[in-house]
């Protein structure tokens, strides 16, 4: 996941470290990275797959109130107090994965996770929470609360819950490659093999590569996409940039120096679609950066 952590005052500014510090994210402290809550908020809700507010649980509600759209698109919100005592799982709980990601930050800030959806507190199984992690495509989308629903009155459900059927439909991977030059075709497939195992989906998920137009005479990576099948987009610095500012994506200025702008693999993988789910974020391996997106 990519997540944005919120802070609005001093001591905010430094849980949000020691929270990216142990479990990642990219921090926004007012004051110096924003002045304006509510325009923060507006521009990034649906740029990150997360939202982890330090504030007044109220605050955050009335921030995010205006773009909620579905419990199938919403990023993932949470909010934990200042003093880093509870990390409540807000908005998104299964699909989104806030209550995963809230056990994980309660977990490494030793805090208190507070989950409230109902399958979570009865200590069941819910089909949304399999949808995300697995990147699976629900059809039809309604059906999910009646199954549900079945689990939580303890009925066995198998494909069918009575008689409604849900039908999971896998999505395909985007993997954005940024590498150096003169690396080997072999270095960059187990980059990009490691990347798939870390979110525990197999290669053959990946049906798109994409990189910057620097790289269209990149060996390594023109032969890697002819050996496996697969297409590659290339773009221009002047498109992935303008995904780095849509995005706040955090550059590199080695790779700004090197090919002309700060962020290569997640921008390109960005360019690929109009709605983004990251799958996984920039990851850096030996000489070959690799993030994946769920295609929508």
Request: charged share 20%; proline share 3%; aromatic share 6%.
């Amino acid at each position: 996941m990519r997540t944005a952590i919120i802070s609005l005052t001093a001591k905010g500014a430094r849980l949000a470290e020691k929270i990216s510090a142990k479990v990642g994210g990219q921090t926004f402290a007012k004051g110096k990275n924003f002045n304006k809550l509510a325009d923060l908020v507006t521009g990034i809700f649906g740029k990150f797959d997360g939202l982890i507010f330090i504030c007044a649980a109220g605050i955050a509600v009335r921030m995010i109130a205006p773009h909620i759209v579905s419990k199938l698109s919403d990023p993932a919100v949470l909010v934990i107090d200042e003093g880093g005592h509870n990390v409540i799982s807000l908005l998104s709980g299964h699909v989104g994965r806030a209550n995963e990601l809230a056990v994980e930050i309660a977990s490494a800030i030793d805090a208190n996770p507070v989950i409230t959806t109902a399958t979570d507190v009865e200590g069941k199984f819910s089909v949304d929470a399999v949808i995300s992690r697995l990147g699976l495509l629900p059809e039809p989308k309604e059906v999910i609360k009646a199954i549900n629903a079945a689990i939580l009155r303890g009925e066995d459900v198998f494909v069918t819950a009575g008689d409604v059927r849900l039908n999971l439909i896998p999505q395909n991977l985007i993997a954005g490659v940024g590498c150096r030059r003169g690396t080997s075709s072999l270095k960059i497939f187990e980059a990009i093999q490691r990347a798939c195992a870390m979110i525990h989906q197999p290669i053959e998920r990946v049906k798109l590569l994409a990189s910057v137009d620097l790289k269209k005479n990149e060996a390594g990576l023109v032969s890697l996409a002819e050996v496996m099948g697969l297409e590659i987009k290339f773009f221009s610095p002047t498109e992935l940039q303008k995904k780095i500012d849509a995005y706040q994506l955090e550059e590199s200025k080695f790779v700004t120096r090197s090919v002309g702008v700060g962020n290569v693999c997640e921008a390109a993988a960005l360019c690929c679609v109009e709605e983004a789910r990251f799958a996984l974020p920039k990851t850096a391996f030996k000489g070959v950066t690799v993030a994946l997106l769920w295609e929508r």
